[in-house]
């Protein structure tokens, strides 16, 4: 089954073409990585996908919905987390649960349930009560992924989840993921980090708001004559001409 | 409407887990209320006047008595002759000189005419103008006492009658200037830091793309700032009836009604500021120049605007705490009926109605 589903969508701001006819199809459970330099159209394009901004041409879907004419269906289906937002800093750990389950539409006592499981499976029973502030930075951002899938969505948009998170919690981070995808939910995630790149399923590379590589990271490798991603990376970014910002 | 109950909940969790701010915002308006009533004042007690005297007779006599007793004046000096009053100004401790010709008495029991001087510091001007007038009104009011005994035929005498106010308190003057003014604050600057902080911080992305509706996201941000202020409202309210003893003369069902209007166009203007603006201190900036500053000095809170040069008279028009304290000086201070205010009421509901119209479709300008 696809999940994400995209034909030759294109964005243009002015004159300024930001997503330039890009297609692809993301399967049920699969992560799928989205690669690029700063500029390249990444962002513009995952918030088509998220139902924020409408493209310009082309068509696509998420969790079944039209980006163009459902885009409130599709809100509903999805999950978002990004790096510069980890929770809100002045609610306690079980508020922030409970507030965007309740903006997700969970039910009351699923909620209670929900939220024991969730702290449960992180070990942060003990938390509960703490303001998020006062969390270190990885175990914020794992919370942040546990609450963006707590409502179970079909698909759960990425933007560079583990920024300036050391080593051993990224890897704890990605174990979260892993689990995610085999309960069935589709991750879409955007990373600097070329390490993490290697842990997707699939990757695409997007330069200058096309998609120039789309495979799994072995074969991309193989493709490329290269050893690791960061030089597959590398060696297509190297082609760019637009400025990043 | 469960999720806008979590999401009022959380604004309020945002609003008391911030202690300082949180004490700003409940404790500005009673320091206000009890600087602009007791400290910042026109009215001026316990000045320092010399007296000069050089006849010493028993009008003067009964004149300096009645001046002793006023609490606006304190006599620091009685001078024999008026040499001394040119030194006495430059030391500058004294703010006016009360000044007898000489054989005061004499000349008023059988020339009828005799003169006395109010020499002020000019310095200040409102201060020496209140000064004399407060002298004028003691030697007027010894004058007239003296002509009810001796009987003199066709005598036009002034009298000068303060309505409204008749102690010429400042605080008559100061209450709904600050009520504009506190309620200025709190919506349009708080609400507009508060809904710029989540989009400076990536949490505004992240409820754009949850199912919750852009407009409730919003009116949830609204929801506990019309709550604090229709507190502050409440506590200047009674402050002021209860210390400052300014009476709601009017109706204080429609003072409130008129106040909450107030509070409305204040969030309104909060909310536009908020998207035209990216960070909180841009936010905090242009609240606090483009509205705190013109209601502090255009709204005729301070100065009259009929004082004002014409161009600035117009802009004046534009501030809306300008309708807002006209009002309120009509329905508390006054007690006139609703119906004397019925223009300010229709002015600020075409302002609310403008800017919400305004903010809300720039705010959905910006989604696309």
């Not at chain 2, 054989?103 to 006395?116: C, K, M, P, T």
């Not at chain 2, 103008?129 to 007239?144: D, H, P, R």
């Not at chain 2, 229709?230 to 008129?258: E, H, Q, R």
């Given at each position: ?11 243009r701001f002015?004159t ?9 199809e ?23 996908f ?16 039209d980006?163009?004419k ?9 999950g ?11 609610l306690?750990?079980?508020?922030n649960?409970?507030?965007?389950a ?7 006592n ?8 969730l702290?449960?499976r ?18 914020k ?22 920024g300036?998170v050391d080593?051993?919690t ?7 993921i ?18 993490e ?22 074969n ?25 910002d | ?19 300082r701010t949180?004490?700003i ?9 009890i ?11 316990n000045?320092n ?10 009008a ?7 001046i ?8 620091t000096?009685?001078l ?14 004294t ?7 000489e054989r005061?008495?004499?000349?008023l ?6 003169q006395?001087q ?20 003691i030697i ?19 009298e000068?009658k ?7 308190k ?6 709904p ?26 949490t ?8 919750m ?35 709601v003369?009017g ?31 841009a ?8 509205f705190?500053?013109p209601?502090?000095?255009?709204s005729?809170?301070m ?20 309708w ?22 229709v ?22």
């Amino acid at each position: 089954m696809k999940v994400i589903e995209a034909k030759n969508l294109v964005k243009r701001f002015g004159t300024f073409t930001a997503v330039d006819h890009i297609s692809f199809e993301v399967e049920k459970g699969e992560i799928f990585g989205f690669l690029g330099a700063n500029g390249a159209g990444k962002t513009t394009a995952m918030r088509m996908f998220c139902g924020l901004s409408k493209p310009t041409s082309g068509e696509g879907s998420v969790a079944g919905f039209d980006i163009k004419k459902h885009p409130e269906d599709i809100k509903k289906n999805i999950g978002y987390m990004s790096q510069k937002f980890s929770l809100y800093n002045d609610l306690k750990v079980w508020e922030n649960i409970r507030l965007f389950a309740g903006i997700y539409g969970v039910s009351e006592n699923q909620i209670s349930i929900k939220t024991t499981e969730l702290l449960q499976r992180l070990n942060f029973e003990q938390e509960r009560e703490t303001l998020v502030k006062d969390l270190p930075l990885g175990w914020k951002q794992k919370l942040s992924f546990s609450v963006s899938i707590l409502h179970h969505p079909k698909v759960v948009f990425l933007d560079e989840p583990t920024g300036g998170v050391d080593p051993v919690t990224r890897r704890q981070f990605w174990e979260l993921i892993y689990e995610a995808a085999a309960d069935g939910i589709t991750i879409f995630v955007t990373t600097h980090y070329m390490d993490e790149a290697e842990y997707c399923n699939r990757i695409s590379i997007m330069v200058d708001g096309k998609i120039e590589a789309l495979d799994t990271p072995k074969n991309l490798k193989q493709e490329f004559n290269a050893s690791n991603m960061d030089e597959v990376f590398q060696q297509l970014a190297r082609k760019a001409t637009r400025k990043s910002d | 409407m469960k999720q806008f109950g979590t999401f009022v909940m959380k604004e309020f969790h945002h609003i008391f887990r911030d202690r300082r701010t949180m004490l700003i915002l409940l404790g500005m308006p009673i320091i206000q209320i009890i600087l602009f009533g007791f400290a910042i004042t026109t009215e001026v007690k316990n000045a320092n006047i010399a007296i000069c005297d050089p006849s010493k007779d028993i009008a003067t006599e009964r004149i300096i008595e009645r001046i002793k007793a006023s609490e606006h004046f304190n006599v620091t000096t009685i001078l024999n002759n008026p040499d001394k009053i040119t030194a006495l100004f430059r030391e500058g401790k004294t703010s006016m000189v009360i000044c007898f010709s000489e054989r005061f008495n004499e000349n008023l029991l059988h020339s009828g005419n005799a003169q006395v001087q109010l020499i002020a510091d000019a310095a200040d001007p409102n201060t020496a103008t209140t000064l004399t007038n407060y002298a004028s009104a003691i030697i007027g009011s010894f004058q007239q006492d003296l002509m009810t005994q001796i009987n003199i035929p066709f005598v036009i005498s002034t009298e000068t009658k303060f309505l409204y106010n008749p102690q010429m308190k400042g605080a008559y003057n100061f209450v709904p200037g600050v009520l504009g003014m506190i309620l200025m604050l709190i919506c349009a600057m708080m609400t507009s830091i508060a809904i710029v902080r989540e989009k400076e911080m990536g949490t505004m992305e992240v409820l754009l793309v949850s199912p919750m509706k852009p407009i409730l996201i919003i009116l949830a941000k609204l929801v506990p700032y019309f709550i604090l202020s229709f507190t502050n409202l409440i506590t200047v309210l009674l402050l002021s009836v209860f210390v400052l003893g300014v009476p709601v003369a009017g109706s204080l069902f429609w003072l409130i009604m008129v106040s909450m209007l107030f509070i409305f166009v204040s969030l309104a203007l909060g909310l536009m500021v908020s998207n035209i603006t990216e960070t909180q201190m841009a936010a905090m900036l242009i609240s606090g120049m483009a509205f705190m500053m013109p209601v502090m000095l255009l709204s005729g809170m301070m100065f009259p605007i009929e004082n004002m040069p014409v161009p600035l008279q117009w802009l004046s028009n534009i501030i809306p705490a300008k309708w807002y304290i006209i009002a309120v000086k009509n329905l508390m201070i006054k007690g006139t009926p609703v119906s004397s205010v019925i223009p300010e009421i229709v002015i600020l509901s075409v302002m609310v109605l403008a800017l919400l119209a305004i903010s809300l479709k720039m705010f959905k300008n910006r989604l696309e």
